[in-house]
């Protein structure tokens, strides 16, 4: 009698442990989104006011940190993460939907997964300090874009250091 009740502990044991450590594992696993950029927020890269400039801004997390570090640019995002001593540590990339929302001022509930987006590098529209990189989730409004404005298209995964 005494040895199942022992089992029956051991089970019981062995069966909170395991749902303890899928919790705890849960949530290391979840997903972080893109925050609000405040009126004072700073570019993490250069220190300009975010909220000042007009063009696609962008926010990552890397993965040995719980804060946001926020972009006044997409190019100043690349010019972040694309750094050797960062690509490591990147987690989530956020970049606004220019398709979504005007050029002039991106709203932030129109911020996309980076990874997933297209990016057209080399047209006329201007964000903070000079050329940007216009950011889309999808490739036909990227083309739309670029009949527009002129640039070339490029996924996330093909954007390097010399081509900024």
Request: glycine share 8%; hydrophobic share 40%; charged share 20%.
């Amino acid at each position: 009698m005494m040895n199942n009740k022992w089992k029956v502990f051991s089970l019981a044991t062995v069966f909170m442990l395991l749902v303890g450590c899928s919790e705890d594992t849960s949530k290391q696993e979840m997903v972080r989104q893109a925050v609000a950029i405040e009126q004072a927020d700073e570019c993490h890269l250069c220190g300009m006011i975010i909220s000042n400039f007009p063009g696609p801004k962008g926010e990552h997390f890397s993965s040995n940190t719980e804060s946001i570090n926020k972009f006044c640019s997409t190019r100043d995002l690349f010019s972040f993460i694309l750094q050797p001593e960062n690509k490591r540590q990147v987690k989530e990339v956020f970049v606004h939907d220019m398709s979504k929302t005007p050029w002039a001022t991106p709203g932030d509930e129109h911020f996309i997964d980076a990874r997933t987006a297209w990016f057209v590098i080399g047209s006329s529209q201007k964000g903070a300090m000079g050329k940007t990189l216009g950011s889309f989730s999808s490739k036909v409004d990227a083309g739309v874009f670029i009949e527009e404005f002129g640039g070339q298209l490029y996924a996330f995964d093909d954007i390097t250091i010399d081509i900024l």
